[in-house]
């Protein structure tokens, strides 16, 4: 913990306070799945009018899509779970 606590501390760019427990907290499992996978970085998915979204998958290799608020309509809501359970569907 405290090499990680160093390299944070030597970052060129400071973190957020969030982001430096979560690392410290995180030991040997941050970024990879079952210790030998890398995980990828998060992806930002931009639309028009700045919305925006982010993908990002966790040590456990779960996936999660945050959209901002006000992002999507119900009516776009329901086409995504359409869409979702369509991919689900191929697996």
């Known amino acids: 913990m405290l090499a990680r606590a160093v390299s944070l501390k030597a970052a060129a760019q400071p973190l957020p306070a969030a982001q430096v427990l979560a690392a410290l907290l ?3 499992r941050a970024g990879v799945l079952n ?3 890398p995980v990828p ?4 998915i931009k639309g028009q009018a700045g919305r925006q979204a982010t993908l ?12 901002g608020a ?3 309509s119900e009516a776009a809501e329901r086409e995504l779970a359409a869409f979702v359970e ?3 569907a191929k697996r």
Request: proline share 0%; aromatic share 4%; no cysteine.
């Open 86 to 88: 369509k991919l689900l």
């Open 41 to 44: 970085a998060e992806r930002l």
């Open 26 to 28: 995180s030991g040997d």
């Open 56 to 67: 990002s998958r966790d040590g456990q290799g779960r996936v999660l899509l945050r959209f």
């Open 35 to 37: 210790r030998s996978t």
């Open 70 to 72: 006000g992002a999507l």
